[in-house]
């Protein structure tokens, strides 16, 4: 396909969520172990997930599950609420998991 003065026009497929992370987040990565993705949740996703994880730990407080100072070591998480589970698959995230793990990807012990 070709603009009208000739010149020739590029159509990109839309994103997978597949696409290959760059090499430089790939190093930054493995040099210090984690890599920040700011704006990935909105603020209206960050508020529903405090209010669950507010409502797990009001949960487990109230059956006598928090430790004397107040911390909750929690084994199982994800199962608590879909917005948990969710996060693994989030569309802005899941390029840099399946970039840095691959493929074969679960979920075996979770905080």
Same mark, same amino acid.
């Given at each position: 396909m070709s603009t009208q003065t000739g010149t020739p026009t590029v159509e990109h497929p839309a994103?997978?969520?597949y696409e290959p992370i760059g090499e430089a987040e790939r190093k930054t990565f493995f040099?210090?172990?984690y890599l920040l993705l700011p704006g990935v949740l909105t603020e209206? +996703?960050?508020q529903r997930l405090e209010e669950q994880v507010d409502r797990v730990y009001a949960k487990e407080r109230s059956a006598g599950r928090t430790r004397r100072d107040g911390t909750l +070591?929690?084994?199982g998480f994800l199962t608590r609420h879909d917005l948990f589970a969710d996060l693994l698959t989030h569309p802005a995230t899941?390029?840099?998991v399946w970039g840095l793990l691959g493929w074969n990807i679960y979920s075996h012990h979770n905080h």
């Open positions: 994103p997978t969520g040099e210090q172990g209206e +996703h960050r +070591h929690l084994l899941f390029p840099y």
